[in-house]
């Protein structure tokens, strides 16, 4: 009887070991992801920024911007 439960003991101790592992590995691939987002996000605003900046360019040189009709 004992051995059994010191079988099952190591058995769910191994398991343990194993999910402490993945957890780990999540956890690393959650912070390289994130770390991704924000590198992403600047690179947006920085080019909404220049496309901004590109568009007021280009507006100021066309003398009216609404067509005729208008």
């Known amino acids: ?3 059994e439960t010191d079988e099952r003991l190591t ?40 496309i901004h900046e590109m568009s007021n360019a280009v507006e100021g040189d066309i003398p009216n911007r609404k067509p005729p009709h208008y």
């Open 1 to 3: 009887m004992e051995q």
């Open 11 to 50: 058995a769910i101790e191994m398991k343990l070991a194993y999910m402490e592992d993945f957890v780990n590995q999540i956890q690393n691939v959650a912070v390289e992801q994130a770390k991704t987002i924000d590198r992403l996000q600047k690179d947006i605003k920085l080019m909404s920024e220049k």
